[in-house]
């Protein structure tokens, strides 16, 4: 087997795969809560066109990554003061607040359309950047690659290993309860939906300063919403999350492959395969019912009113 | 009025505690005290404050106006964390416990500082053999019973060695002997000093139990007393103000008619693990005849309730037989058709919708039977009337048929429930804790109409966990105990204390060693 | 400090003025938006709100772009009464000018008065079957219709695409991905000379007396209120929750579906890659600021469809850009689910702090 042959597949999967981590694993810290933020979509599309408008100004990726996290929280402070402040519907918030982000991102990003950026730079890490097959594959990446790697671990290690993940968990399986002993169940549910749309603002900036070097209206072409299908899929489990989203990077590169090995589909139905394949992946998880009422939180989307 | 004994200052004293929510006041000037090693009965009806008061007690909520003393220094509790800092731990009648998680993940939430979870099993294992509360530390909370659920809550508070345990209607979901057992710890809990507030509107248990009891109505408290120089009668009387007439069973008439409820080896599988498989039940309800099912809560009852209902459908036709026409596999319209009406337990969101009218609320299961319905349209005139009617036979205090659900009162609300089936003349009735956080008056007013409904010949189920209303209405009774139905009994020559033994499920205990 | 008290009752007032005062404080934040982009904001309001609507054809044009938002706000207003989150709707519009379109350039050389209604019939089978598909799996395997109907929209605009590039593309097109225009008889009557304003609208407000009447007056009607308020109670009454699910989709599909058609064989004439400006999405915004109810989703759809005549003619005259109508819309969606707290709460101003303050500032 020529290993050099599939380096390039082998990457493209990984850079597929890299914003949908970071977008199912802050959904899922949020869902965990008890909180459904079905925003994603409009929480990394502002935070691609914020992240790539920071660059360009001020020609630092550091600052682009941070002006992307604020303004994918800023989106997510709005969902949670209308969901968790005013008591609207989780549902219909979410929905709005992908469909401002798409009016919102279109606007700020109006005057950068056609923009090129050089990308992330990449980062060579001393000894494993240098190591043979796993070097070149894992180790020669930008700075946003590597936290997708470790994001994982350090959610499961928050949420299974801390107190405060068991507050969190707590929080999202039974508000009343968490009420009762005495835990601030609002501001619990703020934070952790504050962590998702960092997360999605950062998915959003890796899209519009990594993947595609550029902004184009509409870019993330509902990754944010595999991104809640992906929460599904893994049952609520940090290490799932990784899994199914390096499973859908495989199926979205397999359309730039098909052409090279002479498969004469035409390429809208390629373009199609992510989101068939988003369907079937969720049919054969809830199937099982009684599985999935067992794994989410119990609270997730119900409306917390503190005086009962 | 704050007592001051001379000897010791109270444990915990509060003055003139108000509380007011819109257009209702919670609390009135509340003043009592307890002291060290004392239990200390908090009694009142449903709505009369108790909830409140505790709630103000433990930091939950704050009081409007008013002090709290503990050990005779003046506090503010703001937080339950502050009151756990006081020394204030307590028992919830809704235990506060998260399905998901494991027991000693449960405490650990409930403590300000658990340590470690190693540590923390071990001192789990440790109280719980030396209070007779046995628990394992690493089972998910969903897969215990209710009694070891409370078990829980217990040994969360003893852990942090309260001065002061509140127990919230702590026996509601136990069954006679567990009640026993509790009532055994809670002594030797206070012989050790700890002060116990008991919240309860059993007046038997605060007889047996308490040393001192303050008796709140309408958020203000009525008395302060002894309740061993009372008898259940009196302390009733002062609780409610008024003296109830109680219903009594229908006369047993012997007839010869077939049953008209019949229901044949009723299987069915939960639905998921939360819930509870129902095995092998079977029995019959005769015309004139009203059959209890006691058992704790979570023994499936609301389960036996929505496949009688027709919610869950059986495989055979022939499990459940109304008037002798099997519909085992048919959904409730059909059944409603044949004469079965039947009450959820849950009254939002089961019985009847918040946010609609009591109009709609009618129609909600009268729409076919009632005539209410023709060329799939409304005929809203008819649907008003039948409504008001229903109000008016009951005395279910509304506004008018166009008055929302939730507007009502629990109580009012299940009287429209229970009278919206009654009016129906449904042939059998099934119905799931009738009287349950319902005032002590609608209780006796809706008894009241069950009896009545079965003197018309109708058949009656009532399943319930409150023994003493089955003890009072029932011809026979028998026992719920994890989905199996014990054998039925006849009230009249049946003691609690057997129905307790069914209620643990004694008899598959002596089944299985006889087996 | 402002705090929340709860009402005893829901308020019926501010059921109503909820969206009034959703509007008025959009319009604050669209001043402030149009001040931020050194717009003045009088003449960018003037020309949204206020210069489409100063000529008969103006008036016209309001007429066509509310026509799909009618259509498909009552059907999701239905859906959503009954809990059924069907945000599809765009893919059941693509599908519908797909099979209604398909039938008028199979029957190109077909000059007959049939045509249109095939056309017609077809689009709501099209748009039925690709909201068939989120209702069974839905109903057989309990599978999120948010998540199915929405991925299903980006599969039915890549169909469209490959279609007018490939096989439907006009032959005499020059290349471009379009299909040929369609002929008089697959072109949706006008009913008011000189003007785009088609017969569609008028089939629009005929299903906004329907679904009142199907809503208010029938047993399917309460059904659908008690099953999207309380699933158990529903299952109690013995009403099916699956009917429903089934019966909402595809009604749904029908009208979005035949939304679809009307666009395309009334004011586009031809399929394209693109043959809606989000008008599926917009309904979903349409249906809540028309709180659910048919007469108000009319309102709610002649509103947004001023926010697209408006940013078109401010595109025009002060060079705006098109993605500020998606901004007002979303903005006014946002305040929406902002002021209907004042349904269940009332403001007061006071010192004490209650606990859903104490949230907010948290």
Redesign the interface.
Same mark, same amino acid.
Request: hydrophobic share 50%.
């Given at each position: 087997m020529n290993f050099d042959l599939y380096l390039p597949t082998l990457l493209t999967i990984i850079t597929a795969a890299t914003p949908l981590v970071f977008a199912a694993m802050g959904e899922l810290v949020t869902e965990k809560s008890g909180v459904l933020n079905?925003g994603v979509e409009g929480m990394m599309l502002t935070g691609a066109v914020t992240g790539f408008a920071a660059v360009v100004v001020t020609d630092s990726a550091i600052l682009g990554c941070l002006a992307a996290m604020a303004a994918g929280m800023l989106t997510a402070l709005?969902f949670a =003061?209308?969901v968790?402040?005013?008591? *609207?519907?989780q549902?219909?918030?979410g929905?709005?607040?992908t469909? =401002?982000?798409?009016?919102?991102s *279109?606007?700020l990003g109006?005057d950068m359309v056609g923009i090129a950026y050089a990308g992330l730079p990449k980062l060579q890490l001393p000894i494993v950047s240098d190591l043979p097959v796993l070097g070149p594959l894992l180790f020669h990446h930008d700075a946003l690659v590597y936290l997708s790697f470790v994001l994982p671990a350090a959610v499961a290690w928050f949420l299974y290993r801390t107190r405060a993940g068991l507050i969190l968990r707590a929080v999202g399986d039974s508000h009343d309860a968490a009420h009762a002993i005495g835990y601030?169940?609002? *501001?619990i549910r703020?934070m952790a939906t504050l962590f998702g749309g960092a997360m999605s603002g950062l998915a959003g900036a890796y899209l519009s300063l990594s993947y595609s070097t550029m902004w184009v209206?509409n870019m993330s072409?509902?990754r944010g919403?595999i991104a809640?299908?992906l929460v599904?899929f893994a049952t609520w489990r940090p290490w799932r999350v990784m899994f199914g989203a390096y499973l859908f990077g495989g199926i979205t590169i397999l359309q730039l492959y098909a052409q090279a090995f002479g498969i004469a589909v035409?390429s809208? =139905?390629m373009?199609?395969l992510p989101?068939?394949a988003?369907?079937v992946v969720?049919?054969v998880i809830?199937?099982d019912?009684s599985r999935?009422r067992q794994n989410a939180p119990a609270c997730i989307g119900k409306p917390f009113h503190?005086?009962a | 009025m704050i007592k001051q004994p001379d000897a010791k200052t109270p444990l915990l004293a509060l003055g003139a505690i108000t509380k007011s929510y819109?257009?209702c006041l919670a609390n009135d000037h509340v003043d009592f005290a307890i002291s060290r090693g004392e239990i200390h009965a908090l009694l009142g009806e449903n709505g009369a404050g108790k909830s409140t008061l505790v709630k103000i007690i433990y930091g939950i909520l704050r009081a409007d106006s008013g002090n709290i003393r503990w050990c005779g220094e003046p506090v503010t509790i703001d937080s339950p964390s502050t009151a756990r800092r006081l020394g204030i731990a307590m028992v919830f009648q809704h235990f506060s416990l998260f399905e998901s998680l494991t027991v000693v993940e449960n405490i650990a939430l409930g403590m300000d500082s658990p340590g470690n979870m190693e540590s923390l099993k071990a001192r789990i294992r440790e109280v719980s053999t030396s209070y007779g509360l046995l628990l394992d530390p690493d089972r998910h909370v969903h897969s215990l019973s209710v009694g070891e659920r409370q078990r829980i809550e217990i040994i969360r508070c003893l852990l942090q060695q309260p001065k002061l345990l509140i127990m919230d209607e702590p026996t509601s979901v136990l069954t006679p002997q567990e009640i026993e057992q509790l009532f055994a710890t809670l002594r030797r809990l206070a012989a050790q000093g700890m002060s116990i507030l008991y919240i309860s509107h059993k007046l038997d248990e605060i007889r047996t139990l308490c040393h001192q009891a303050t008796i709140l109505r309408n958020g203000r408290v009525v008395a302060d007393t002894d309740p061993t120089t009372h008898t259940a009668r009196s302390l009733a009387a002062i609780m409610m103000g008024e003296e109830l007439e109680l219903p009594s069973r229908p006369p047993l008439t012997q007839s010869d008619s077939p049953p008209r409820l019949v229901v044949n080896d009723l299987s069915l599988r939960a639905l998921d693990e939360f819930g509870v498989d129902l095995k092998n039940i079977s029995f019959t309800v005769g015309r004139g005849e009203i059959l209890g099912i006691a058992g704790v809560a979570g023994n499936g009852q609301i389960e036996l309730t929505n496949a009688l209902?027709?919610?869950r459908r059986c495989q055979q036709a022939d499990t459940i037989v109304i008037d002798q026409v099997a519909c085992g596999h048919r959904?409730?319209?059909?059944r409603?058709e044949l004469g079965l009406g039947?009450i959820?337990e849950?009254r939002?969101?089961?019985?009847?919708?918040?946010?609609?009218s009591l109009a709609?609320n009618a129609?909600?299961?009268a729409?076919h039977r009632m005539g209410l319905?023709r060329y799939?349209?409304?005929r809203r005139r008819l649907r008003n009337a039948f409504s008001n009617r229903v109000i008016d036979q009951f005395r279910v205090k509304a506004g008018g048929h166009q008055s929302?659900a939730?507007?009502l009162s629990g109580g009012n609300l299940q009287k429209f429930i229970v009278g919206r089936e009654i009016c129906q003349r449904h042939g059998v009735l099934v119905v799931c804790q009738p009287t349950w956080g319902v005032d002590a008056g609608a209780a006796t007013a809706i008894q009241q109409a069950l009896v009545e409904m079965a003197e018309a010949g109708a058949a009656v189920l009532v399943i319930s966990q409150d023994l003493d209303e089955l003890m009072l209405i029932c011809n026979r009774i028998a026992a719920i105990c994890a989905g199996r139905l014990s054998d039925v009994l006849p009230v009249a020559t049946t003691s609690v204390e057997q129905i307790g033994l069914l209620m643990a499920g004694a008899d598959m205990e002596m089944d299985r060693a006889e087996a | 400090m402002l705090r929340l008290?709860?009402?005893?009752?829901?308020s019926r007032a501010m059921i109503y003025l909820s969206p009034v005062f959703a509007l008025g404080l959009t319009l604050v934040a669209g001043v402030v938006l149009f001040e931020i982009m050194g717009v003045p904001a009088g003449d960018a309001l003037y020309a949204f709100f206020i210069e489409p609507l100063s000529s008969l054809y103006g008036l016209t044009e309001l007429g066509v772009k509310a026509t799909p938002l009618i259509l498909i706000g009552v059907a999701l207003a239905i859906g959503f009464r009954a809990n059924v989150?069907n945000?599809g709707a765009e893919g059941q519009l693509t599908l519908g000018a797909i099979f209604g379109g398909g039938v008028g350039l199979l029957l190109y050389d077909v000059d007959s008065k049939w045509v249109l209604p095939a056309m017609l019939l077809a689009a709501m089978l099209g748009g039925m079957l690709w909201a068939a598909?989120p209702a069974f799996?839905r109903t057989r %395997?309990?599978?999120?219709e948010?998540?199915?109907s929405?991925?299903?929209t980006?599969?039915a605009t890549? &169909?469209l695409?490959?279609l007018v590039?490939?096989p439907w593309r006009d032959p005499d097109g020059f290349n471009f991905p379009e299909s040929r225009m369609f002929h008089d008889a697959a072109s949706l009557p006008i009913i008011f000379p000189d003007s785009r304003l088609h017969i569609g609208f008028a089939l629009a407000l005929f299903v906004v007396v329907a679904a009142w009447f199907v809503i208010s007056?029938? &047993?399917?009607g309460?059904q659908i209120?008690?099953i999207g308020?309380?699933p158990? #109670?529903g299952?109690? #009454?013995?009403f099916s929750h699956k009917k429903l699910i089934w019966m909402t989709l595809l009604f749904a599909g029908a009208a979005a579906g035949l939304a679809g058609v009307i666009e395309v064989s009334g004011p586009i004439g031809q399929l394209l890659p693109s043959i809606s400006p989000g008008y599926g %999405?917009?309904a979903?915004?349409v249906a %809540?600021v028309g709180r659910l109810h048919p007469v108000g989703v009319l309102l709610a759809s002649l509103l947004m469809a001023l926010s697209y005549l408006g940013g078109e003619n401010a595109q025009i005259s002060l060079n705006l850009?098109?993605?500020?109508?998606?901004?007002?819309?979303?903005?006014l969606? %946002?305040m929406l &689910? #902002?002021c209907?707290?004042l349904i269940?709460y009332r403001i007061r101003i006071g010192p004490i702090v209650s606990?859903?303050d104490?949230?907010?500032t #948290?």
């Amino acid at each position: 087997m020529n290993f050099d042959l599939y380096l390039p597949t082998l990457l493209t999967i990984i850079t597929a795969a890299t914003p949908l981590v970071f977008a199912a694993m802050g959904e899922l810290v949020t869902e965990k809560s008890g909180v459904l933020n079905l925003g994603v979509e409009g929480m990394m599309l502002t935070g691609a066109v914020t992240g790539f408008a920071a660059v360009v100004v001020t020609d630092s990726a550091i600052l682009g990554c941070l002006a992307a996290m604020a303004a994918g929280m800023l989106t997510a402070l709005i969902f949670a =003061f209308l969901v968790l402040g005013l008591q *609207a519907s989780q549902v219909a918030t979410g929905l709005a607040l992908t469909l =401002f982000g798409i009016g919102l991102s *279109a606007l700020l990003g109006q005057d950068m359309v056609g923009i090129a950026y050089a990308g992330l730079p990449k980062l060579q890490l001393p000894i494993v950047s240098d190591l043979p097959v796993l070097g070149p594959l894992l180790f020669h990446h930008d700075a946003l690659v590597y936290l997708s790697f470790v994001l994982p671990a350090a959610v499961a290690w928050f949420l299974y290993r801390t107190r405060a993940g068991l507050i969190l968990r707590a929080v999202g399986d039974s508000h009343d309860a968490a009420h009762a002993i005495g835990y601030p169940v609002i *501001a619990i549910r703020y934070m952790a939906t504050l962590f998702g749309g960092a997360m999605s603002g950062l998915a959003g900036a890796y899209l519009s300063l990594s993947y595609s070097t550029m902004w184009v209206e509409n870019m993330s072409a509902g990754r944010g919403w595999i991104a809640l299908a992906l929460v599904v899929f893994a049952t609520w489990r940090p290490w799932r999350v990784m899994f199914g989203a390096y499973l859908f990077g495989g199926i979205t590169i397999l359309q730039l492959y098909a052409q090279a090995f002479g498969i004469a589909v035409p390429s809208q =139905f390629m373009t199609m395969l992510p989101y068939l394949a988003t369907i079937v992946v969720l049919v054969v998880i809830s199937r099982d019912e009684s599985r999935i009422r067992q794994n989410a939180p119990a609270c997730i989307g119900k409306p917390f009113h503190p005086s009962a | 009025m704050i007592k001051q004994p001379d000897a010791k200052t109270p444990l915990l004293a509060l003055g003139a505690i108000t509380k007011s929510y819109p257009g209702c006041l919670a609390n009135d000037h509340v003043d009592f005290a307890i002291s060290r090693g004392e239990i200390h009965a908090l009694l009142g009806e449903n709505g009369a404050g108790k909830s409140t008061l505790v709630k103000i007690i433990y930091g939950i909520l704050r009081a409007d106006s008013g002090n709290i003393r503990w050990c005779g220094e003046p506090v503010t509790i703001d937080s339950p964390s502050t009151a756990r800092r006081l020394g204030i731990a307590m028992v919830f009648q809704h235990f506060s416990l998260f399905e998901s998680l494991t027991v000693v993940e449960n405490i650990a939430l409930g403590m300000d500082s658990p340590g470690n979870m190693e540590s923390l099993k071990a001192r789990i294992r440790e109280v719980s053999t030396s209070y007779g509360l046995l628990l394992d530390p690493d089972r998910h909370v969903h897969s215990l019973s209710v009694g070891e659920r409370q078990r829980i809550e217990i040994i969360r508070c003893l852990l942090q060695q309260p001065k002061l345990l509140i127990m919230d209607e702590p026996t509601s979901v136990l069954t006679p002997q567990e009640i026993e057992q509790l009532f055994a710890t809670l002594r030797r809990l206070a012989a050790q000093g700890m002060s116990i507030l008991y919240i309860s509107h059993k007046l038997d248990e605060i007889r047996t139990l308490c040393h001192q009891a303050t008796i709140l109505r309408n958020g203000r408290v009525v008395a302060d007393t002894d309740p061993t120089t009372h008898t259940a009668r009196s302390l009733a009387a002062i609780m409610m103000g008024e003296e109830l007439e109680l219903p009594s069973r229908p006369p047993l008439t012997q007839s010869d008619s077939p049953p008209r409820l019949v229901v044949n080896d009723l299987s069915l599988r939960a639905l998921d693990e939360f819930g509870v498989d129902l095995k092998n039940i079977s029995f019959t309800v005769g015309r004139g005849e009203i059959l209890g099912i006691a058992g704790v809560a979570g023994n499936g009852q609301i389960e036996l309730t929505n496949a009688l209902a027709g919610e869950r459908r059986c495989q055979q036709a022939d499990t459940i037989v109304i008037d002798q026409v099997a519909c085992g596999h048919r959904g409730p319209e059909f059944r409603r058709e044949l004469g079965l009406g039947s009450i959820p337990e849950e009254r939002f969101g089961h019985g009847a919708i918040a946010d609609l009218s009591l109009a709609e609320n009618a129609y909600l299961t009268a729409h076919h039977r009632m005539g209410l319905t023709r060329y799939g349209l409304i005929r809203r005139r008819l649907r008003n009337a039948f409504s008001n009617r229903v109000i008016d036979q009951f005395r279910v205090k509304a506004g008018g048929h166009q008055s929302t659900a939730s507007s009502l009162s629990g109580g009012n609300l299940q009287k429209f429930i229970v009278g919206r089936e009654i009016c129906q003349r449904h042939g059998v009735l099934v119905v799931c804790q009738p009287t349950w956080g319902v005032d002590a008056g609608a209780a006796t007013a809706i008894q009241q109409a069950l009896v009545e409904m079965a003197e018309a010949g109708a058949a009656v189920l009532v399943i319930s966990q409150d023994l003493d209303e089955l003890m009072l209405i029932c011809n026979r009774i028998a026992a719920i105990c994890a989905g199996r139905l014990s054998d039925v009994l006849p009230v009249a020559t049946t003691s609690v204390e057997q129905i307790g033994l069914l209620m643990a499920g004694a008899d598959m205990e002596m089944d299985r060693a006889e087996a | 400090m402002l705090r929340l008290e709860a009402r005893a009752e829901p308020s019926r007032a501010m059921i109503y003025l909820s969206p009034v005062f959703a509007l008025g404080l959009t319009l604050v934040a669209g001043v402030v938006l149009f001040e931020i982009m050194g717009v003045p904001a009088g003449d960018a309001l003037y020309a949204f709100f206020i210069e489409p609507l100063s000529s008969l054809y103006g008036l016209t044009e309001l007429g066509v772009k509310a026509t799909p938002l009618i259509l498909i706000g009552v059907a999701l207003a239905i859906g959503f009464r009954a809990n059924v989150w069907n945000i599809g709707a765009e893919g059941q519009l693509t599908l519908g000018a797909i099979f209604g379109g398909g039938v008028g350039l199979l029957l190109y050389d077909v000059d007959s008065k049939w045509v249109l209604p095939a056309m017609l019939l077809a689009a709501m089978l099209g748009g039925m079957l690709w909201a068939a598909i989120p209702a069974f799996l839905r109903t057989r %395997f309990n599978t999120s219709e948010i998540l199915v109907s929405l991925m299903l929209t980006y599969v039915a605009t890549l &169909l469209l695409s490959y279609l007018v590039h490939g096989p439907w593309r006009d032959p005499d097109g020059f290349n471009f991905p379009e299909s040929r225009m369609f002929h008089d008889a697959a072109s949706l009557p006008i009913i008011f000379p000189d003007s785009r304003l088609h017969i569609g609208f008028a089939l629009a407000l005929f299903v906004v007396v329907a679904a009142w009447f199907v809503i208010s007056r029938t &047993l399917i009607g309460f059904q659908i209120q008690v099953i999207g308020r309380a699933p158990r #109670a529903g299952a109690y #009454a013995g009403f099916s929750h699956k009917k429903l699910i089934w019966m909402t989709l595809l009604f749904a599909g029908a009208a979005a579906g035949l939304a679809g058609v009307i666009e395309v064989s009334g004011p586009i004439g031809q399929l394209l890659p693109s043959i809606s400006p989000g008008y599926g %999405f917009t309904a979903i915004i349409v249906a %809540f600021v028309g709180r659910l109810h048919p007469v108000g989703v009319l309102l709610a759809s002649l509103l947004m469809a001023l926010s697209y005549l408006g940013g078109e003619n401010a595109q025009i005259s002060l060079n705006l850009p098109l993605a500020v109508t998606g901004v007002f819309q979303g903005l006014l969606l %946002f305040m929406l &689910l #902002a002021c209907d707290v004042l349904i269940r709460y009332r403001i007061r101003i006071g010192p004490i702090v209650s606990k859903i303050d104490a949230g907010n500032t #948290a």
